[in-house]
């Protein structure tokens, strides 16, 4: 089993640094924010080009017929950058929910970016980012069912535009729909992974530039001490991530106790980068303007989204308690 990452999930992340790096993400972040799309599209486009939105699209549909590592490859990075949209429920959820189903066919338009599709995640009535999505899903019961979009629902954070949802047409699907919950929970883990990996580098920036009593703030051992500690929890969190993603590969028994371990040490971790970021910069990053904030709120929403902790802890508990 392997529990590195190959030389071209290396390659794949590098060229999406390359491009999200030279782009300017935190600009068109506000501007989804604000309910204009076009420069998020734009990038949603070139980032199809990349095979992102076709990840997990079989290949007889025009993806990539990827695997879920490949899939925490680009979700880290999509959180490092701070991409707006709906990247999970299009990329990693629809292409599970919707294989072998009456609307299989969209996937090909999935793949190369044409359409965007929008999933509810459990628990909840609301679909990220339905205004833009051509199709937007849910599952009651069991069942995939289309839904549409009643009216907008205020975020902690701007950028995740929540819709309230009602239930339409059902839609025949021959899949367990827990493996699509699974490969979202997955990657909303990379995102915050990523993000938190954001959050401690620009906090390192920051305390490098940042001085007081004529030297950077980053010389105090109570900084050092504090950045190291979202290091760690980082650094542990991030096995965690892969070993779902390599265990949802394999088809696993544990695989959805591995899923929700991922969330909870990813989650908190990122958490934690967030505080911490928050603390060292000050009143500064309080700030609206100031864009350690799109990271910042970024975290807080997804550490609920796709279950929360709780939920997690619950079902890790659940599945120790089956084992014994």
């Not at 299989?104 to 833009?132: F, M, N, R, W």
């Not at 899949?175 to 401690?200: E, F, H, V």
């Not at 028994?253 to 040490?265: E, G, N």
Request: net charge negative.
């Amino acid at each position: 089993m392997r529990f590195g990452r190959t030389p071209e999930q290396h390659a794949f992340s590098e060229a999406l640094d390359d491009l999200l790096g030279a782009a300017e993400v935190p600009a068109a972040a506000r501007a989804w924010a604000a309910g204009d799309h076009s420069a998020g599209l734009k990038l949603w486009q070139r980032l199809a080009e990349l095979g992102v939105t076709g990840l997990l699209v079989p290949e007889e549909h025009g993806g990539v017929g990827a695997t879920p590592v490949d899939l925490t490859v680009a979700f880290e990075r999509l959180g490092y950058h701070g991409v707006p949209g709906p990247w999970i429920e299009a990329a990693a959820v629809a292409p599970a929910l919707l294989e072998g189903s009456d609307d299989s066919a969209i996937l090909s338009q999935v793949a190369s970016g044409e359409t965007i599709v929008t999933v509810a995640a459990p628990g909840g009535p609301y679909a990220l980012d339905a205004d833009i999505a051509a199709k937007a899903y849910g599952v009651f019961d069991d069942i995939v069912v289309e839904l549409t979009p009643d009216a907008l629902k205020p975020s902690v954070d701007p950028q995740r535009r929540l819709f309230i949802m009602s239930a339409g047409y059902p839609i025949t699907a021959r899949i367990d729909p827990s493996s699509a919950r699974d490969l979202g929970t997955l990657a909303c883990s990379a995102q915050l992974l990523g993000a938190g990996l954001r959050l401690l580098d620009d906090t390192v920036a920051y305390v490098k530039q940042r001085t007081q009593f004529g030297r950077p703030i980053g010389e105090f051992q109570a900084v050092k001490h504090l950045l190291a500690d979202v290091r760690v929890a980082l650094d542990f969190a991030a096995p965690l991530v892969h070993n779902a993603a390599v265990e949802i590969d394999a088809e696993v028994p544990t695989a959805a106790r591995a899923v929700s371990a991922a969330k909870v040490a990813a989650g908190d971790a990122a958490y934690l980068a967030s505080r911490t970021a928050l603390q060292v910069h000050g009143a500064i990053g309080y700030t609206r303007e100031f864009d350690l904030s799109l990271w910042i709120l970024k975290v807080r929403a997804l550490v609920g989204a796709w279950g929360t902790p709780a939920d997690h802890r619950a079902r890790i508990l659940e599945s120790l308690v089956e084992c014994r």
